[in-house]
């Protein structure tokens, strides 16, 4: 598609992008631009308005910049961000610059373009859904309807009324004679009592039906509805705060007869997960689904551990073994997804495959190792009734057959418990280190993040994964954040080392994993 770009490219310098990230929901950007940030951007830079979620799991050597307002400073200045863009791609980079809503409606796309042309640098622009369609379709009001609204004019309010503003004067008295038609007003609610006020006295009908939609298309979604006189004061009485739009016409009253979208339980709800990449797809999307706004910030993350001659070893083991009695060698023990993922890799470095896997057992810890071997078309064959490295030991210890060689796969700083359990029992264990856990880093974005506002609820899924917290943050900062959030744990055991760092725990889940996470935020921030 770089053939869309405009003008030829030359090797060394990379393309922008200029993307509409959509308004707030973070399904509702388009392919193309999903496509974009996950395998062609370098760098990404990020307007205040885009959602979070939007930007978790990017490919690790994706450098994520932000550019919006942050708390206490002001927006990146436009020429600024201009200059970034032109310097970035001069760098060779491919530059993803990330816009709420659609990049050409009031969101300074075309400036942009214009620079980049200028500078020889070329560029693509994918459209997004611009928040006038997205705000109201989540509302219920159609821009247009037969017999109600024939056209719709979209403009900005802070430009008016009557006064000169970037886009000229607003033609306010024009708008007050229009009839049948849909006007919608970005960036107005700080004057919206001036600009109903002016077109009423430029007559429009003081009880016009009108609304004002706070957040449309995202979990915090508010419409307040009124006739235009009596607005901006049901708005101020409702504590509308930007983001928000105004729509006048008929057509805003169509929401009894077609509004359908329910914001979910926690709704206006920030919450931060902290499980590493690869573990937190399901958690976060499930609290999205339940309406949480969710910031995705792992605390660590796995690397790969591979150690060849460990592995030759082993494989010559089994392969005498397998020689010597062709049925089963004995066991392959899992008690990590990563563990899983991280053990066929190096199986495939040593130039084998599931085939290998064939005169083995299975036993697995826990929902999620399973599924990862399911992946591979593996189902278990030994699973404890309780989900620790201990009660597996103490089952396979139960059913393993004398000589078995049983292959413990495991994380660097996994524990032993595992082995202990087995220590009694006539197997061979040979422990297999495939991964080990490091610090996660924090990034600009991250940081932009928390400061705009205090996360709701944080949540953790091992004393671990606290610590880590801490030194990604700083302690200072990192108590900062702990006090003013309320802490989830995963289980009584993560609960008891977070209180022995002095930490209130606020929700334990029940069951232990993602379901019962998302089960205890429902429930409880009801
Ligand atoms: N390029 C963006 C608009 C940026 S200007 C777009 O196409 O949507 C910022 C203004 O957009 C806000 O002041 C508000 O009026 C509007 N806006 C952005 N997101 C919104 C949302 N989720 N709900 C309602 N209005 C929104």
Redesign the pocket.
């Known amino acids: 598609m770089n053939t869309n770009s405009h003008s030829p490219k030359e090797p060394s310098v990379g393309t922008v992008y200029l993307v ?1 990230a959509g ?2 929901d973070a399904g509702l950007i388009t392919r193309r631009g999903y496509d974009l940030l996950h395998n062609h951007a370098d760098v990404v830079l990020v307007d205040a ?1 885009v959602d979070p979620s939007l930007l978790a799991e990017l490919p690790a050597h994706v450098e994520r910049r932000y550019v919006g307002k942050r708390a206490g400073h002001h927006v990146m200045k436009q020429d600024k961000i201009q200059e970034l863009l032109v310097e970035t791609a001069k760098a060779g980079k491919n530059v993803v610059r990330l ?5 050409l ?3 300074r796309g075309g400036e942009e373009a214009v620079v980049l042309r200028e500078a020889g640098i070329p560029y693509e622009i994918v459209p ?1 859904i ?2 006038a369609t ?2 109201t379709a989540y509302s219920g009001i159609p821009l247009t309807f037969r017999r109600k609204s024939c056209y719709a004019v979209l403009f900005t309010a802070n430009a008016a009324p009557a006064r000169e503003g970037e886009c000229g004067v607003i033609p306010l008295a024009d708008f007050a004679k229009l009839k049948d038609g849909t006007l919608v007003a ?3 609610v700080r004057v919206l009592a001036k600009v109903a006020e002016q077109l009423i006295k430029d007559g429009m009908p003081a009880d016009q039906p009108a609304a004002v ?6 979990g915090a979604q508010k419409v307040v509805r009124a006739p235009l006189s009596e607005l901006a004061e049901k708005a101020k009485t409702e504590d509308v705060k ?4 105004i729509v006048i016409g008929e057509v805003t009253e169509l929401p009894d007869q077609i509004a359908w979208y329910e914001p979910g339980p926690l709704a206006t709800k920030r919450v931060v997960v902290t499980r590493p990449v690869g573990q937190a797809r399901e958690l976060v999307d499930g609290l999205r689904g339940l309406g949480a706004e969710v910031l995705h910030i792992p605390a660590i993350r796995f690397e790969e551990r591979f150690d060849r001659d460990t592995w030759d070893a082993l494989l010559t083991d089994v392969d005498a073994r397998r020689a010597k009695s062709p049925g089963q060698v004995g066991w392959l023990v899992f008690t990590s997804e990563n563990g899983v993922r991280f053990f066929f890799n190096g199986l495939r470095r040593m130039g084998r495959d599931i085939r290998f896997t064939g005169p083995f057992k299975l036993a697995a810890v826990g929902v999620a190792t399973g599924e990862a071997l399911a992946e591979y078309g593996l189902t278990a064959d030994l699973v404890p009734q309780t989900a620790t490295g201990k009660a597996l030991g103490a089952e396979l210890a139960e059913v393993a057959t004398q000589g078995d060689l049983v292959i413990r796969v495991r994380g660097e700083l996994g524990n032993p418990a595992v082995e202990t359990a087995l220590a009694n029992a006539d197997v061979t264990v040979s422990p297999l280190t495939v991964y080990t856990t490091l610090d996660a880093s924090i990034d600009e974005l991250d940081q932009a993040w928390m400061h705009q506002k205090d996360p709701d609820y944080i949540v953790f899924t091992s004393g671990s994964t606290l610590q880590a917290f801490r030194r990604q943050w700083g302690d200072e900062e990192a108590d900062r954040i702990l006090n003013a959030t309320k802490i989830v744990s995963i289980g009584p055991v993560t609960s008891s080392l977070i209180r022995g760092m002095g930490y209130d725990i606020a929700l334990e889940a029940d069951p232990h994993n993602n379901a019962g996470i998302l089960e205890v935020l429902k429930e409880k921030s009801a």
């Open positions: 509409g308004p707030g308005l816009k709420g809503g659609d990049p409606v009031f969101g997004g611009t928040a997205a705000a970005y960036m107005g939609i706070e957040r449309g298309a995202t930007p983001p928000a739009l």
